[in-house]
T-cell receptor, first 114, second 113 residues
Framework: DAGVIQSPRHEVTEMGQEVTLRCKPI?????LFWYRQTMMRGLELLIY????????DSGMPEDRFSAKMPNASFSTLKIQPSEPRDSAVYFC????????????FGPGTRLTVT | AQSVTQPDIHITVSEGASLELRCNYS??????LFWYVQSPGQGLQLLLK??????LVQGIKGFEAEFKRSQSSFNLRKPSVHWSDAAEYFC???????????FGAGTTVTVRA
C-alpha cells in the first residue's frame, strides 16, 4: 500500500495567489481529514469527509479556504487568496469506518506564502 | 469536547536511558487514545492505540503506554531510547461517537549520546 499521498510536498507562493493542495487517501478508506500544523496553534483539524461528503468543516479558518472530495481517491484543499499567515504544514489523513481504526497521515505539504 | 494536555514541551534524554512522556486527557467517557510520532519533515506515524481491554498497550519501536482512568492519563514509555527516537511525540484523544481526534501540543525528544 502506498499510504496517503500528498502533493506538492513544498509550495512557495506570493500573497494573493491561489493555492491548491492535493491528497490521495489509502484505497478503501472512507474517511478523509485535512489538518494544519503551525508552531503557534499545533495540529488543527480543518475539515473531514465521509464517503466524499463533508461532515464537519468547523475548523476551516475562513471563506478563503475550501475543500472538495470529488471521488473516493482524491481531495483538494484550496486557499484563495493566500496570505502569509496561511504558511504552515498541511496534512491529509485517512481511515476506515468503524470505531477502532486509526488515522493514517500523509507526509504533508509545507506551504510558504510570501 | 475532548482535549489533551502534554505538560512537557521538550525532554532531553541520554541514549540507553528510559523515557516517559506524559499525556492527560479530558473527556467525559472512556476515550480512544493514541500516540503518534513525527520525525522532522515527515508525517505522523502511529505508535500505539488504546480502545478497550488491557490498560497496558504495546506499540511499535519498543514503546508502551498505560491508560489510567483515575488519573485521566495515557503516558508513553520506553525502557531504553535509541538516537533514532529523537522526534516529536503527539498524544491524541478521540470520542467514541465521532471520528475526530484532538491532539496535544506535542513533546520534542532530544537524545544525547
Amino acid at each position: 500500500d502506498a499510504g496517503v499521498i500528498q502533493s506538492p510536498r513544498h509550495e512557495v507562493t506570493e500573497m494573493g495567489q491561489e493555492v491548491t493542495l492535493r491528497c490521495k487517501p489509502i484505497s478503501g478508506h472512507d474517511y478523509l481529514f485535512w489538518y494544519r500544523q503551525t508552531m503557534m496553534r499545533g495540529l488543527e483539524l480543518l475539515i473531514y469527509f465521509n464517503n466524499n461528503v463533508p461532515i464537519d468543516d468547523s475548523g476551516m479558518p475562513e471563506d478563503r479556504f475550501s475543500a472538495k472530495m470529488p471521488n473516493a481517491s482524491f481531495s483538494t484543499l484550496k486557499i484563495q487568496p493566500s496570505e502569509p499567515r496561511d504558511s504552515a504544514v498541511y496534512f491529509c489523513a485517512s481511515r476506515r469506518g468503524g470505531p477502532s481504526y486509526e488515522q493514517y497521515f500523509g507526509p504533508g505539504t509545507r506551504l510558504t506564502v510570501t | 469536547a475532548q482535549s489533551v494536555t502534554q505538560p512537557d514541551i521538550h525532554i532531553t534524554v541520554s541514549e540507553g536511558a528510559s523515557l516517559e512522556l506524559r499525556c492527560n486527557y479530558s473527556y467525559g467517557a472512556t476515550p480512544y487514545l493514541f500516540w503518534y510520532v513525527q520525525s522532522p519533515g515527515q508525517g505522523l506515524q502511529l505508535l500505539l492505540k488504546y480502545f478497550s481491554g488491557d490498560t497496558l498497550v504495546q506499540g511499535i519501536k519498543g514503546f508502551e503506554a498505560e491508560f489510567k482512568r483515575s488519573q485521566s492519563s495515557f503516558n508513553l514509555r520506553k525502557p531504553s531510547v535509541h538516537w533514532s527516537d529523537a522526534a516529536e511525540y503527539f498524544c491524541a484523544v478521540g470520542a467514541r461517537n465521532d471520528y475526530k481526534l484532538s491532539f496535544g501540543a506535542g513533546t520534542t525528544v532530544t537524545v544525547r549520546a
